[in-house]
C-alpha cells in the first residue's frame, strides 16, 4: 500500500500556518501598536502570492490550502475593520456592512464552486464577461484590485496613528486612502456579483438535484 501523503505539511500550506501565526500577531496588536501589526499583516498578505507560486511549483495545490488561504484573506481583512469600528465609530455601519459583504459572498461563492463539481453548460459562466474576464485571467489586475482593497483599509488604520510622510501638503497615507477608496468600491461590487451569480448556480444545483429526487421517486 502506498504511504499516504500529509497534504497539512506541504510547503504552500506551511507557508499559508505562518500567515495564520502572523494575523493573530497583527490583530493582538492592532489597537496599540500599529508598527508591529501593520508589519505582521503586510508580510502575511506578501505571504499569500508566494505560497500560490509554491503550489504550482512543488504540485502541491489542495483545496484544503485553497480554503485555508481563502479564509486568511477573509479574516485578515475582517478583523482589520473590526479595529477600524473602534477607531471610527462613526463609520461603523458601513464598516460592517463591507465586511457582511465580504464574507457572504465570498463564502457562498466557495461553497458553490465547490458543489458544482464538474462544470456544466447550465452554469453562469462570470468569464464571459470581458471585464471579468480580465478579473479572472490577469494576474495582475487580480493583484491590483486586492492590493487596492487592502491599501485603502490599511491606510484608514494607519491614519489613526499617524499621517505618515507629508507630500505637497498631505500625509501619505491620507493620499492613499483617496486613491485606493474607488478600487475598494470596484472590489466590493465584484464581491455582489460573485454572490449574485453563486445564488443563481446554487439555484440550479437544487433544481437540478430535485428532479434527481422526483425521477428517483
Keep these: 500500500m502506498a504511504e499516504t501523503e500529509n497534504i497539512f505539511l506541504f510547503v504552500p500550506n506551511i507557508i499559508g500556518f505562518a500567515r495564520v501565526i502572523l494575523a493573530l500577531i497583527s490583530f493582538y496588536f492592532m489597537p496599540t501598536h500599529y508598527v508591529i501589526a501593520t508589519t ?12 500560490g507560486h509554491a503550489a504550482r511549483y512543488y504540485d502541491q495545490c489542495t483545496k484544503f490550502g485553497a480554503i485555508l488561504d481563502q479564509l486568511t484573506d477573509r479574516v485578515g481583512t475582517m478583523c482589520l475593520t473590526v479595529t477600524l469600528c473602534l477607531f471610527y465609530p462613526t463609520y461603523t455601519f458601513w464598516f460592517q456592512l463591507s465586511m457582511a459583504i465580504d464574507i457572504a459572498c465570498h463564502w457562498i461563492y466557495l461553497h458553490t464552486t465547490l458543489l458544482q463539481g464538474k462544470t456544466s453548460h447550465k ?30 483599509y490599511a491606510c484608514l488604520y494607519l491614519l489613526h496613528f499617524t499621517e505618515g510622510p507629508i507630500f505637497a501638503g498631505i500625509g501619505l497615507y491620507r493620499l492613499l486612502a483617496c486613491l485606493s477608496a474607488p478600487v475598494a468600491l470596484v472590489k466590493t461590487a465584484i464581491s455582489l456579483l460573485h454572490g449574485y451569480v453563486s445564488c443563481i448556480n446554487l439555484g440550479i444545483i437544487d433544481v437540478k438535484e430535485r428532479q434527481e429526487r422526483l425521477k428517483a421517486n
Excluded: H, K, Q, W
Excluded at 40 to 51: P, R, T
Design 123 to 152: 452554469f453562469v459562466d462570470m468569464s464571459g464577461n470581458p471585464i471579468m474576464r480580465l478579473y479572472y485571467t490577469n494576474r495582475m489586475v487580480l493583484f491590483f484590485m486586492c492590493a487596492g482593497n487592502e491599501a485603502f
Design 40 to 51: 505582521c499583516y503586510v508580510v502575511s498578505a506578501l505571504l499569500d502570492a508566494i505560497d
